[in-house]
């Protein structure tokens, strides 16, 4: 199929979408973030870029902390407000009806309906011309215990995440195409793990 050339432009796309909450117990804010990743597995690194006309760029860089906060398809509409609105006029707390819970390390609060809580304690600031990329350390995780096995893995498949594609908000398809490693494993344990799969699903769907 011929191509066609683009000029350059941020053309990555899905990335993850997350609410990242900010401040401290007596004030906090919640914005909405598309970049973001993982640069470092030991210690573990994340980062998130924001502007900075955004409201929650001078309390991220004034407390040097956040909470990463998963997004689910039942949080999709917060998580756009959270985008849109700014926190210097808006309760976004208030308008999403989302919940602060306080954080084990951080002084931000997490959000509780999110599946997933990334504490995060910044190490490093980047300034580029449109974003500040804040490189963090992960300072503590937290998950719903409904999305984790016997063997104490996270089923993310089960938590019903959404992506961002080039201004669309869309779903994670559950449907498992391969596993990491799947191209050159034995026929053998692809079926063993594969079983293993659908017997987790088994007995989610029995437990709920």
């Not at 609105?85 to 931000?108: C, F, M, N, Q, Y």
């Not at 910044?122 to 503590?140: G, N, Q, R, T």
């Not at 391969?178 to 699903?201: H, Y």
Request: glycine letters at 6%.
């Amino acid at each position: 199929m011929a191509k066609i050339s683009l000029k350059p432009g941020t053309m990555l796309n899905p990335v993850p979408v997350v609410m990242v909450s900010c401040g401290d117990q007596e004030k906090s804010n919640i914005i909405t973030i598309a970049w973001t990743g993982i640069v470092n597995s030991n210690p573990p690194m994340t980062y998130i870029a924001v502007q900075r006309s955004r409201y929650s760029y001078n309390i991220i860089k004034e407390h040097g902390e956040f909470v990463i906060n998963l997004v689910t398809q039942n949080l999709v509409r917060a998580c756009d407000y959270c985008g849109v609105r700014s926190g210097a006029a808006t309760d976004k707390w208030k308008e999403t009806k989302l919940t602060p819970v306080a954080a084990d390390i951080v002084k931000a609060p997490l959000i509780s309906e999110s599946p997933v809580n990334i504490e995060c304690r910044v190490k490093e600031i980047l300034e580029y011309p449109s974003h500040v990329v804040f490189v963090s350390e992960i300072a503590a995780v937290h998950v719903d215990s409904d999305l984790m096995d016997k063997s104490g893995k996270i089923r993310f498949e089960d938590a019903g995440l959404i992506v961002y594609n080039h201004g669309l908000y869309m779903p994670v398809q559950k449907k498992v195409l391969g596993t990491f490693g799947f191209s050159v494993m034995k026929p053998k344990t692809q079926k063993k793990r594969a079983a293993a799969r659908r017997n987790a699903s088994r007995m989610k769907q029995k437990s709920e």
